[in-house]
């Protein structure tokens, strides 16, 4: 049938993030949002500082498709910029402040930046990179508190006292859900670092549908309005992993902590926090160190993503009572892709079974489409290995200016994720391995993240990472570098990991050649600008070492 037979009168409602804002006022408008030991407000006065900040970037002359990034900690001013910033029809860039100087510097020519508002503690560097920009016209500094500082380059302003004499009053206007909002730059194996976007569209999908996911299946980690939320991912990161935007239409109490410090624990404590979600170098940080074995946590539940949550750093939660959970995604896919909860026919599980769960990759939410493929693009039976695949509607279309890279990443149609996998019998999906990490030593493939896995139970190993090194005989062997709970001697190190090892070949679960080599006492394992373990690093590091 024509489709002119049928008039239409309606409003064309687009999704925008906007409308994620709208109920707070009415919903929660004295609810409280925290910084740290320093700021504190309520949901109405987020609802005016946003309309603040909109109305000074108006007469800073940003408009539709303008940048404006951002250089700060996680705060409720992030909070704030994640809302006015696109709500304006501008793009927000969140500057990844890890970055190393020469790569913060592309970030900003190549989004081509036209605010840049930057916290106190990067004023040095920006001092260094600042003659080199390319199109920033006025720098905000943001004091965060000190009254007596003085920054090293010319600024526009102070930003709370900027935003302080403007008006809380703002017409947010309606335009295509399809406008750019957002735009992060994840770093590479090689070369610069590649920019990701996303749309109003796909923010408020993806808001939508986790949400979804953690309030209605929520066992092991639920979310709602009920809950205390606190980020321990930095708001720089694909918008926190889009939870922020969750926490603020749900109205919930939020705490924003900063720049990651011993405050981290007080304000879990203090603010009786519920509600997180980290890489794992976080968790360990707080459940490993000792001075915390004092406190109860069996309130927290956290989300762990970035990196595969082990079975010794699940087990160690599980004392702790705290409720864990692996989700999955990229930078790529806004991000999130899987959530390892249980299905609905769990009723009761027991501690074996919870962690043998919460340590997949996890099933899919709602929206996700992911299929496991060989070399040569043919879907992979359940249980057979490959790469993950996906397709969502909030998956970033390409990469910032870069048509080849584009291409590549969404090759048939599909975007590749170049994480090995395989999908279990009840639909749970489980990455074995990175593409670029995978150990191939004679025609074999060894999982670098199950020996960290079987690793991470050893009685020494505080944290590990599994690397494969060139072997002229075998192709690759696998290294395993290792922190440590307690000083012990290497001797000890190497027969405990060896035993330790040995009883998953003894059972079948790993073949005797898949034993690493070596296994290398470290301080600490480097990590990558997101938390990560930074295997390309420890490669060279090894090469350096021990190539002889």
């Known amino acids: 049938m024509n489709a002119s037979v049928f008039p239409d009168y309606s409003y064309d409602y687009q999704l925008i993030i906007k409308h994620l804002l709208d109920r707070t006022v009415e919903w929660s408008p004295n609810q409280e949002i925290i910084y740290r030991d320093k700021f504190s407000y309520n949901y109405l006065e987020l609802n005016k500082r946003i309309k603040k900040l909109s109305n000074l970037y108006k007469k800073l002359g940003v408009q539709k498709g303008d940048v404006v990034a951002v250089m700060d900690w996680d705060s409720h001013r992030y909070l704030e910029h994640y809302f006015a910033v696109p709500m304006i029809g501008a793009i927000l860039h969140t500057v990844n402040i890890r970055l190393s100087p020469d790569q913060m510097l592309y970030t900003i020519n190549h989004a081509e930046d036209k605010i840049l508002v930057v916290h106190k503690d990067f004023m040095p560097l920006i001092k260094t990179i600042a003659p080199n920009f390319d199109t920033v016209k006025h720098i905000i500094y943001i004091g965060d508190g000190d009254d007596g500082v003085e920054p090293e380059v010319e600024t526009y302003g102070e930003y709370e006292n900027l935003i302080a004499g403007e008006s809380g009053e703002y017409d947010f206007p309606d335009f295509d859900e399809n406008t750019v909002a957002t735009l992060f730059y994840t770093t590479g194996t090689t070369g610069n670092p590649k920019g990701v976007f996303f749309s109003h569209r796909q923010i408020v999908l993806h808001t939508i549908s986790v949400m979804a996911s953690l309030s209605a299946y929520g066992k092991p980690v639920e979310f709602n309005y009920k809950d205390v939320y606190m980020p321990l991912t930095p708001m720089f990161h694909v918008h926190a992993w889009g939870i922020p935007y969750i926490a603020t239409w749900l109205g919930v109490k939020q705490i924003y902590p900063g720049r990651y410090d011993e405050m981290i624990v007080k304000l879990l404590l203090q603010h009786k926090v519920t509600m997180s979600h980290c890489v794992p170098t976080i968790l360990q940080m707080i459940v490993g160190n000792p001075a915390t074995e004092q406190f109860d946590f069996s309130n927290w539940k956290v989300v762990i993503g970035g990196s595969a949550l082990s079975r010794g750093l699940a087990e160690m939660a599980q004392k702790r ?228």
Request: aromatic share 10%; charged share 35%; proline share 4%.
């Open 321 to 548: 009572k705290i409720k864990v959970m692996t989700g999955y995604g990229m930078s790529e896919t806004a991000p999130v892709l899987t959530l390892a909860q249980f299905k609905p026919d769990v009723d009761e599980i027991s501690p074996e079974e919870e962690i043998e769960t919460v340590t997949k990759t996890g099933f899919p939410i709602p929206f996700v489409k992911m299929k496991i493929i060989d070399e040569s693009g043919k879907e992979q039976a359940k249980g057979k290995v490959g790469e993950i695949v996906v397709r969502s509607p909030w998956l970033t279309k390409g990469y910032f200016k870069s048509e080849k890279n584009s291409e590549e990443l969404w090759n048939g149609g599909w975007l590749h994720t170049g994480d090995i996998a395989y999908k279990d019998e009840e639909g749970y999906f489980k990455i074995t391995d990175r593409l670029k990490d995978v150990i191939k030593t004679g025609g074999e493939w060894i999982s670098s993240l199950e020996l960290e896995s079987y690793l991470s139970r050893c009685e020494f190993v505080k944290q590990v990472a599994v690397i494969g090194v060139p072997d002229e005989k075998w192709g690759e062997r696998p290294v395993a570098y290792i922190s440590l709970k307690k000083e012990v001697e290497q001797s000890e190190v190497d027969e405990a990991c060896r035993a330790n090892i040995q009883t998953f070949v003894d059972s079948g679960r790993l073949e005797k050649w898949a034993i690493p080599d070596k296994f290398i006492i470290v301080d600490e394992i480097p990590k990558t600008s997101v938390g990560k373990l930074d295997k390309k690093l420890l490669r060279k590091l090894y090469a350096e070492k021990f190539s002889a």
